[in-house]
Protein backbone atom coordinates (compact mmCIF):
# COMPACT_ATOMS: atom_id res chain seq x y z
CA UNK A 1 0.00 0.00 0.00
CA UNK A 2 2.76 2.26 -0.22
CA UNK A 3 2.03 3.95 -3.59
CA UNK A 4 -1.08 5.38 -1.45
CA UNK A 5 0.63 6.73 0.67
CA UNK A 6 3.60 8.13 -1.00
CA UNK A 7 1.30 9.21 -3.95
CA UNK A 8 -2.34 10.10 -2.59
CA UNK A 9 -3.17 13.36 -0.66
CA UNK A 10 -3.22 13.46 2.94
CA UNK A 11 -6.86 14.19 3.04
CA UNK A 12 -7.96 10.75 2.25
CA UNK A 13 -10.04 9.15 4.79
CA UNK A 14 -11.64 6.25 4.66
CA UNK A 15 -8.54 3.80 4.09
CA UNK A 16 -7.18 4.93 7.39
CA UNK A 17 -10.04 3.00 8.95
CA UNK A 18 -9.93 0.38 6.59
CA UNK A 19 -6.30 -0.65 6.08
CA UNK A 20 -6.55 -3.21 3.27
CA UNK A 21 -6.44 -2.91 -0.77
CA UNK A 22 -10.30 -4.15 -1.84
CA UNK A 23 -10.81 -5.45 -5.63
CA UNK A 24 -14.08 -7.26 -5.79
CA UNK A 25 -17.57 -6.78 -4.31
CA UNK A 26 -21.04 -8.50 -4.69
CA UNK A 27 -24.23 -7.76 -2.93
CA UNK A 28 -23.46 -6.92 0.71
CA UNK A 29 -19.61 -8.18 0.15
CA UNK A 30 -16.55 -6.75 -0.48
CA UNK A 31 -13.06 -8.55 -1.10
CA UNK A 32 -9.39 -7.26 -0.41
CA UNK A 33 -6.81 -8.16 -2.95
CA UNK A 34 -5.92 -11.10 -0.49
CA UNK A 35 -9.17 -13.17 -0.71
CA UNK A 36 -11.01 -11.97 2.42
CA UNK A 37 -14.27 -10.70 2.79
CA UNK A 38 -16.39 -8.32 4.01
CA UNK A 39 -19.96 -7.58 5.44
CA UNK A 40 -20.43 -3.97 3.96
CA UNK A 41 -22.93 -2.09 6.42
CA UNK A 42 -21.56 1.17 4.98
CA UNK A 43 -22.48 0.73 1.24
CA UNK A 44 -20.52 3.48 0.13
CA UNK A 45 -22.10 6.10 2.59
CA UNK A 46 -25.61 5.14 1.10
CA UNK A 47 -24.63 5.31 -2.64
CA UNK A 48 -25.11 0.96 -3.02
CA UNK A 49 -28.71 0.92 -1.95
CA UNK A 50 -28.83 -2.32 -4.23
CA UNK A 51 -26.10 -3.27 -3.27
CA UNK A 52 -22.56 -4.03 -4.98
CA UNK A 53 -22.32 -5.34 -9.19
CA UNK A 54 -26.46 -6.17 -8.64
CA UNK A 55 -26.37 -8.46 -11.27
CA UNK A 56 -29.66 -7.24 -13.03
CA UNK A 57 -28.53 -3.47 -13.20
CA UNK A 58 -24.62 -4.73 -14.46
CA UNK A 59 -26.57 -7.05 -17.01
CA UNK A 60 -28.51 -3.44 -18.53
CA UNK A 61 -25.33 -1.46 -18.15
CA UNK A 62 -23.50 -3.56 -20.02
CA UNK A 63 -25.78 -4.12 -23.04
CA UNK A 64 -25.32 -0.36 -23.18
CA UNK A 65 -21.90 0.37 -23.25
CA UNK A 66 -21.33 -2.71 -25.99
CA UNK A 67 -24.24 -1.13 -28.00
CA UNK A 68 -21.77 1.62 -28.32
CA UNK A 69 -24.68 4.46 -27.20
CA UNK A 70 -24.48 7.28 -26.02
CA UNK A 71 -22.21 8.05 -23.03
CA UNK A 72 -21.20 11.55 -22.41
CA UNK A 73 -23.74 14.39 -23.69
CA UNK A 74 -23.88 17.09 -21.33
CA UNK A 75 -27.86 17.77 -21.56
CA UNK A 76 -28.26 17.09 -24.97
CA UNK A 77 -31.39 14.89 -25.91
CA UNK A 78 -30.76 11.22 -25.62
CA UNK A 79 -32.59 8.10 -25.41
CA UNK A 80 -31.53 7.20 -21.84
CA UNK A 81 -32.33 10.19 -20.73
CA UNK A 82 -35.72 10.22 -22.31
CA UNK A 83 -36.35 6.65 -20.61
CA UNK A 84 -34.91 7.49 -17.48
CA UNK A 85 -37.44 10.38 -17.75
CA UNK A 86 -40.17 8.66 -18.42
CA UNK A 87 -39.52 5.91 -15.71
CA UNK A 88 -38.87 8.43 -12.90
CA UNK A 89 -42.57 9.74 -13.45
CA UNK A 90 -44.23 6.73 -13.83
CA UNK A 91 -43.03 4.86 -10.99
CA UNK A 92 -42.19 7.60 -8.41
CA UNK A 93 -43.27 11.23 -9.28
CA UNK A 94 -47.04 10.21 -10.49
CA UNK A 95 -47.83 7.54 -7.99
CA UNK A 96 -46.93 9.56 -5.05
CA UNK A 97 -48.92 12.40 -6.86
CA UNK A 98 -46.02 14.70 -7.17
CA UNK A 99 -45.81 17.22 -9.97
CA UNK A 100 -41.92 18.25 -9.88
CA UNK A 101 -39.30 19.57 -12.83
CA UNK A 102 -36.33 17.74 -13.25
CA UNK A 103 -32.96 19.56 -13.31
CA UNK A 104 -29.55 17.99 -13.67
CA UNK A 105 -26.91 19.75 -12.09
CA UNK A 106 -24.05 17.21 -12.06
CA UNK A 107 -22.88 14.33 -11.30
CA UNK A 108 -22.82 14.76 -6.75
CA UNK A 109 -25.00 15.58 -4.08
CA UNK A 110 -23.42 18.47 -3.81
CA UNK A 111 -24.32 19.96 -7.51
CA UNK A 112 -27.52 19.03 -6.31
CA UNK A 113 -27.73 21.23 -3.28
CA UNK A 114 -26.06 23.88 -4.64
CA UNK A 115 -28.35 24.18 -7.74
CA UNK A 116 -31.44 24.30 -5.15
CA UNK A 117 -29.97 26.64 -3.14
CA UNK A 118 -29.13 28.77 -6.56
CA UNK A 119 -32.34 28.40 -7.58
CA UNK A 120 -34.70 29.50 -4.28
CA UNK A 121 -32.49 32.64 -3.84
CA UNK A 122 -33.22 33.26 -7.69
CA UNK A 123 -36.85 32.70 -7.27
CA UNK A 124 -37.18 34.69 -4.52
CA UNK A 125 -34.58 37.26 -4.24
CA UNK A 126 -33.34 36.67 -1.03
CA UNK A 127 -30.29 35.80 0.07
CA UNK A 128 -30.51 34.20 3.46
CA UNK A 129 -30.49 30.59 3.64
CA UNK A 130 -31.80 28.57 6.96
CA UNK A 131 -30.31 25.18 8.03
CA UNK A 132 -30.02 23.42 11.14
CA UNK A 133 -27.51 22.06 13.75
CA UNK A 134 -25.62 18.93 12.72
CA UNK A 135 -26.60 19.60 9.22
CA UNK A 136 -24.43 17.94 6.72
CA UNK A 137 -25.26 19.06 2.70
CA UNK A 138 -21.88 18.76 1.28
CA UNK A 139 -18.38 20.56 1.08
CA UNK A 140 -18.57 22.76 -1.63
CA UNK A 141 -19.07 26.47 -0.63
CA UNK A 142 -22.80 26.71 -0.82
CA UNK A 143 -23.13 23.56 0.70
CA UNK A 144 -20.58 23.94 3.38
CA UNK A 145 -22.28 27.27 4.21
CA UNK A 146 -25.32 25.68 5.64
CA UNK A 147 -23.49 22.54 6.88
CA UNK A 148 -22.76 22.31 10.86
CA UNK A 149 -19.49 20.36 11.44
CA UNK A 150 -17.21 22.98 12.04
CA UNK A 151 -14.07 21.03 11.18
CA UNK A 152 -15.46 20.85 7.43
CA UNK A 153 -16.92 24.59 7.71
CA UNK A 154 -12.83 25.64 8.71
CA UNK A 155 -11.79 23.69 5.64
CA UNK A 156 -13.47 25.83 3.32
CA UNK A 157 -10.71 29.08 4.38
CA UNK A 158 -13.17 31.42 3.14
CA UNK A 159 -15.86 33.15 4.88
CA UNK A 160 -19.09 31.09 4.54
CA UNK A 161 -22.37 33.60 4.40
CA UNK A 162 -26.08 34.37 4.11
CA UNK A 163 -26.52 31.01 6.08
CA UNK A 164 -28.21 30.37 9.28
CA UNK A 165 -28.49 27.57 11.79
CA UNK A 166 -31.52 26.95 13.86
CA UNK A 167 -32.32 24.07 16.24
CA UNK A 168 -32.84 20.22 14.81
CA UNK A 169 -36.07 18.69 15.98
CA UNK A 170 -35.12 16.99 20.05
CA UNK A 171 -31.74 19.75 19.95
CA UNK A 172 -33.09 21.74 22.81
CA UNK A 173 -34.08 17.93 24.67
CA UNK A 174 -38.13 19.31 24.40
CA UNK A 175 -36.62 22.34 26.70
CA UNK A 176 -38.44 24.37 24.29
CA UNK A 177 -41.08 24.30 22.11
CA UNK A 178 -40.52 23.30 18.24
CA UNK A 179 -39.40 26.82 15.57
CA UNK A 180 -40.16 28.86 19.22
CA UNK A 181 -36.98 30.85 18.32
CA UNK A 182 -36.95 30.39 14.66
CA UNK A 183 -40.99 31.96 14.18
CA UNK A 184 -39.83 34.51 16.84
CA UNK A 185 -37.51 36.01 15.14
CA UNK A 186 -39.32 35.83 11.46
CA UNK A 187 -41.92 37.62 13.45
CA UNK A 188 -39.47 40.18 15.32
CA UNK A 189 -38.12 43.06 12.92
CA UNK A 190 -35.14 43.72 15.18
CA UNK A 191 -34.13 39.80 15.37
CA UNK A 192 -31.41 40.34 12.95
CA UNK A 193 -32.46 37.93 10.79
CA UNK A 194 -33.25 38.77 6.75
CA UNK A 195 -35.99 37.26 5.53
CA UNK A 196 -34.59 33.40 4.42
CA UNK A 197 -35.14 32.85 0.56
CA UNK A 198 -35.52 29.29 1.95
CA UNK A 199 -35.18 26.28 4.93
CA UNK A 200 -32.68 23.09 3.69
CA UNK A 201 -32.91 20.13 5.78
CA UNK A 202 -32.31 16.29 6.22
CA UNK A 203 -34.97 14.34 7.62
CA UNK A 204 -32.62 12.46 9.43
CA UNK A 205 -29.27 13.60 9.40
CA UNK A 206 -26.79 10.79 8.76
CA UNK A 207 -23.22 12.60 9.09
CA UNK A 208 -24.89 14.69 11.79
CA UNK A 209 -25.37 11.49 14.02
CA UNK A 210 -29.18 9.64 12.40
CA UNK A 211 -30.40 12.36 14.32
CA UNK A 212 -34.35 11.21 13.00
CA UNK A 213 -37.01 14.55 12.56
CA UNK A 214 -40.52 12.96 13.82
CA UNK A 215 -43.17 13.64 11.47
CA UNK A 216 -44.96 16.53 13.43
CA UNK A 217 -41.76 18.38 13.76
CA UNK A 218 -41.49 18.46 9.66
CA UNK A 219 -45.17 19.09 9.36
CA UNK A 220 -44.70 21.83 11.37
CA UNK A 221 -41.86 23.10 9.24
CA UNK A 222 -44.00 23.31 6.50
CA UNK A 223 -46.03 25.11 8.28
CA UNK A 224 -43.79 27.61 9.08
CA UNK A 225 -42.59 27.75 5.71
CA UNK A 226 -45.70 28.51 4.31
CA UNK A 227 -46.84 30.90 6.69
CA UNK A 228 -43.73 32.94 5.87
CA UNK A 229 -43.73 32.38 2.23
CA UNK A 230 -40.32 30.75 2.73
CA UNK A 231 -39.48 27.77 0.04
CA UNK A 232 -39.07 24.08 1.69
CA UNK A 233 -35.68 21.86 0.35
CA UNK A 234 -35.68 18.67 1.51
CA UNK A 235 -31.69 17.26 1.30
CA UNK A 236 -32.37 13.56 0.28
CA UNK A 237 -28.99 13.00 -0.80
CA UNK A 238 -28.36 9.95 1.22
CA UNK A 239 -31.80 9.29 2.83
CA UNK A 240 -33.57 8.86 -0.51
CA UNK A 241 -34.11 6.42 -2.71
CA UNK A 242 -35.36 3.88 -0.26
CA UNK A 243 -33.13 4.18 2.70
CA UNK A 244 -35.83 5.30 5.46
CA UNK A 245 -38.57 2.79 3.84
CA UNK A 246 -40.25 4.81 1.17
CA UNK A 247 -38.47 6.22 -1.81
CA UNK A 248 -38.46 9.51 -0.47
CA UNK A 249 -37.98 10.16 3.49
CA UNK A 250 -40.70 12.65 3.90
CA UNK A 251 -43.31 10.90 2.28
CA UNK A 252 -44.23 9.64 5.98
CA UNK A 253 -44.44 13.05 7.33
CA UNK A 254 -46.92 13.93 4.47
CA UNK A 255 -45.64 16.94 3.19
CA UNK A 256 -44.49 18.37 0.14
CA UNK A 257 -41.07 20.17 -0.29
CA UNK A 258 -40.68 22.90 -3.10
CA UNK A 259 -37.01 21.34 -4.02
CA UNK A 260 -35.94 17.73 -3.21
CA UNK A 261 -32.08 16.86 -3.56
CA UNK A 262 -31.43 13.53 -4.86
CA UNK A 263 -28.23 12.23 -5.41
CA UNK A 264 -26.24 8.88 -4.56
CA UNK A 265 -27.86 5.67 -4.94
CA UNK A 266 -30.51 7.35 -7.57
CA UNK A 267 -28.24 5.91 -10.50
CA UNK A 268 -28.62 2.40 -8.31
CA UNK A 269 -25.28 0.97 -9.43
CA UNK A 270 -22.82 3.48 -7.39
CA UNK A 271 -22.20 5.56 -10.73
CA UNK A 272 -22.28 9.53 -10.21
CA UNK A 273 -25.61 10.80 -10.66
CA UNK A 274 -27.72 13.93 -8.95
CA UNK A 275 -30.64 15.72 -9.78
CA UNK A 276 -33.24 18.59 -8.32
CA UNK A 277 -36.02 18.81 -8.42
CA UNK A 278 -38.44 21.51 -8.44
CA UNK A 279 -42.19 22.56 -8.97
CA UNK A 280 -43.03 23.57 -11.84
CA UNK A 281 -43.62 27.54 -10.76
CA UNK A 282 -40.20 27.56 -9.46
CA UNK A 283 -38.31 26.66 -12.90
CA UNK A 284 -37.40 29.89 -13.41
CA UNK A 285 -33.37 29.17 -14.59
CA UNK A 286 -32.33 30.70 -17.66
CA UNK A 287 -30.64 28.24 -20.62
CA UNK A 288 -27.44 27.69 -19.23
CA UNK A 289 -27.69 29.77 -16.33
CA UNK A 290 -26.92 26.89 -14.14
CA UNK A 291 -24.32 24.12 -16.00
CA UNK A 292 -22.19 21.28 -15.71
CA UNK A 293 -20.18 19.01 -17.91
CA UNK A 294 -21.41 16.03 -16.45
CA UNK A 295 -24.91 16.01 -15.83
CA UNK A 296 -25.59 13.95 -18.34
CA UNK A 297 -24.32 10.58 -17.53
CA UNK A 298 -25.90 8.01 -20.12
CA UNK A 299 -24.99 5.17 -18.29
CA UNK A 300 -26.31 6.36 -14.76
CA UNK A 301 -29.75 6.92 -16.82
CA UNK A 302 -29.67 3.41 -17.93
CA UNK A 303 -28.73 1.65 -14.54
CA UNK A 304 -31.29 3.88 -12.86
CA UNK A 305 -33.92 3.12 -15.24
CA UNK A 306 -33.29 -0.63 -14.20
CA UNK A 307 -33.32 0.29 -10.89
CA UNK A 308 -36.63 1.72 -10.77
CA UNK A 309 -38.27 -1.01 -12.42
CA UNK A 310 -36.64 -4.18 -10.55
CA UNK A 311 -37.46 -2.27 -7.25
CA UNK A 312 -39.93 0.45 -7.15
CA UNK A 313 -43.28 -0.91 -9.08
CA UNK A 314 -45.22 -2.15 -6.42
CA UNK A 315 -44.06 -1.72 -2.64
CA UNK A 316 -42.30 -4.39 -1.92
CA UNK A 317 -38.95 -2.99 -1.32
CA UNK A 318 -40.69 -0.33 1.28
CA UNK A 319 -41.97 -3.02 2.90
CA UNK A 320 -39.03 -5.24 2.82
CA UNK A 321 -36.61 -2.40 4.07
CA UNK A 322 -39.03 -1.20 6.90
CA UNK A 323 -39.09 -5.35 8.20
CA UNK A 324 -35.26 -5.57 8.03
CA UNK A 325 -34.88 -1.94 9.93
CA UNK A 326 -37.15 -3.49 12.27
CA UNK A 327 -34.35 -6.54 13.01
CA UNK A 328 -31.93 -3.85 13.45
CA UNK A 329 -33.61 -1.89 15.62
CA UNK A 330 -34.23 -4.87 17.72
CA UNK A 331 -30.81 -5.80 17.59
CA UNK A 332 -29.46 -2.63 18.44
CA UNK A 333 -31.59 -2.31 21.34
CA UNK A 334 -30.52 -5.66 23.01
CA UNK A 335 -26.53 -4.85 22.89
CA UNK A 336 -27.84 -0.96 24.13
CA UNK A 337 -29.59 -3.10 27.58
CA UNK A 338 -27.13 -5.39 27.89
CA UNK A 339 -24.33 -2.54 27.51
CA UNK A 340 -25.84 0.00 29.23
CA UNK A 341 -23.16 2.01 31.07
CA UNK A 342 -21.23 2.31 27.44
CA UNK A 343 -24.16 2.47 25.22
CA UNK A 344 -26.10 6.04 25.39
CA UNK A 345 -29.19 5.46 22.41
CA UNK A 346 -30.29 3.93 19.36
CA UNK A 347 -32.23 5.95 17.03
CA UNK A 348 -32.98 5.50 13.40
CA UNK A 349 -35.10 4.91 10.57
CA UNK A 350 -35.93 2.17 7.90
CA UNK A 351 -31.99 0.79 7.04
CA UNK A 352 -30.26 4.12 8.59
CA UNK A 353 -29.60 3.35 12.58
CA UNK A 354 -26.72 4.56 15.02
CA UNK A 355 -25.67 2.33 18.25
CA UNK A 356 -24.84 6.72 20.33
CA UNK A 357 -21.99 5.64 22.66
CA UNK A 358 -21.60 7.60 26.20
CA UNK A 359 -17.94 8.31 25.18
CA UNK A 360 -16.95 9.00 21.93
CA UNK A 361 -13.66 7.34 21.46
CA UNK A 362 -15.57 4.17 22.10
CA UNK A 363 -17.29 4.32 18.34
CA UNK A 364 -14.43 3.95 16.12
CA UNK A 365 -12.46 1.51 18.30
CA UNK A 366 -16.41 -0.59 18.14
CA UNK A 367 -15.80 -0.01 14.68
CA UNK A 368 -12.25 -1.12 14.70
CA UNK A 369 -13.04 -4.42 16.09
CA UNK A 370 -15.74 -4.99 13.78
CA UNK A 371 -13.63 -4.14 10.76
CA UNK A 372 -10.74 -7.08 12.48
CA UNK A 373 -14.32 -9.70 12.51
CA UNK A 374 -14.64 -8.71 8.58
CA UNK A 375 -17.61 -5.87 8.91
CA UNK A 376 -17.53 -2.41 7.60
CA UNK A 377 -19.26 0.35 9.51
CA UNK A 378 -18.63 4.31 10.12
CA UNK A 379 -18.84 6.78 12.55
CA UNK A 380 -20.76 10.03 12.45
CA UNK A 381 -22.04 12.60 15.01
CA UNK A 382 -19.96 15.89 15.85
CA UNK A 383 -17.66 14.56 17.78
CA UNK A 384 -17.93 10.55 15.45
CA UNK A 385 -19.69 8.98 18.96
CA UNK A 386 -22.19 7.49 16.72
CA UNK A 387 -21.70 4.05 14.95
CA UNK A 388 -23.99 4.25 12.03
CA UNK A 389 -25.58 1.43 9.66
CA UNK A 390 -26.10 1.83 6.58
CA UNK A 391 -26.15 -1.70 5.08
CA UNK A 392 -27.59 -2.13 1.20
CA UNK A 393 -31.48 -2.53 0.73
CA UNK A 394 -30.75 -5.86 -0.50
CA UNK A 395 -29.29 -7.27 2.47
CA UNK A 396 -30.39 -10.35 3.67
CA UNK A 397 -32.16 -10.89 7.04
CA UNK A 398 -29.48 -13.75 7.61
CA UNK A 399 -26.87 -11.32 6.45
CA UNK A 400 -28.25 -8.73 9.08
CA UNK A 401 -28.12 -10.98 11.56
CA UNK A 402 -24.59 -11.76 10.88
CA UNK A 403 -23.32 -8.12 10.94
CA UNK A 404 -25.45 -7.55 14.59
CA UNK A 405 -23.81 -10.41 16.10
CA UNK A 406 -20.11 -9.10 15.12
CA UNK A 407 -21.40 -5.62 16.22
CA UNK A 408 -22.49 -7.58 19.69
CA UNK A 409 -18.78 -9.12 19.54
CA UNK A 410 -17.39 -5.79 18.84
CA UNK A 411 -19.22 -3.18 22.19
CA UNK A 412 -18.42 -6.33 23.98
CA UNK A 413 -14.36 -6.26 23.25
CA UNK A 414 -14.36 -2.62 23.29
CA UNK A 415 -15.86 -2.51 27.27
CA UNK A 416 -13.68 -5.90 28.23
CA UNK A 417 -10.33 -3.84 26.78
CA UNK A 418 -11.51 -0.46 28.76
CA UNK A 419 -12.56 -2.40 32.24
CA UNK A 420 -9.04 -4.42 32.50
Not at 102 to 117: H, R
Not at 120 to 132: H, L, M, N, P, Q
Not at 208 to 233: F, K, M, S, Y
Not at 328 to 347: F, K, N, P, Y
Request: aromatic share 8%; hydrophobic share 40%.
Amino acid sequence: MDVFARMESEVRGYCRSWPTVFSTAQGSHITDENGRTYLDFFAGAGTLNYGHNNPQLKRRLMDYLASDAIVHSLDMYTTAKREFLERFNEHVLEPRGLDYKVQFPGPAGNNSVEAALKLARKYTGRETVVSFTNAFHGMTLGALAVTGNSMKRTGAGVPLGHGVAMPYDNYLDGRTPDFLLFDTMLDDSGSGLDKPAAVIVETVQGEGGINVATAEWLRGLQDLCRRHDILLIVDDVQMGCGRTGPFFSFEDAGITPDIVCLSKSLSGYGLPFAVTLMKRELDVWDPGEHNGTFRGFNPAFVTAVAALEDHWTGEGMEKQTLKKGQQVQTALEEIALAHAGAVDSVRGRGLAWGLVMKDPQDAPKVCGEAFARGLLMETSGPEGEVVKLLPPLTTTETELAHGLEIIAESVEAVRTKVSV
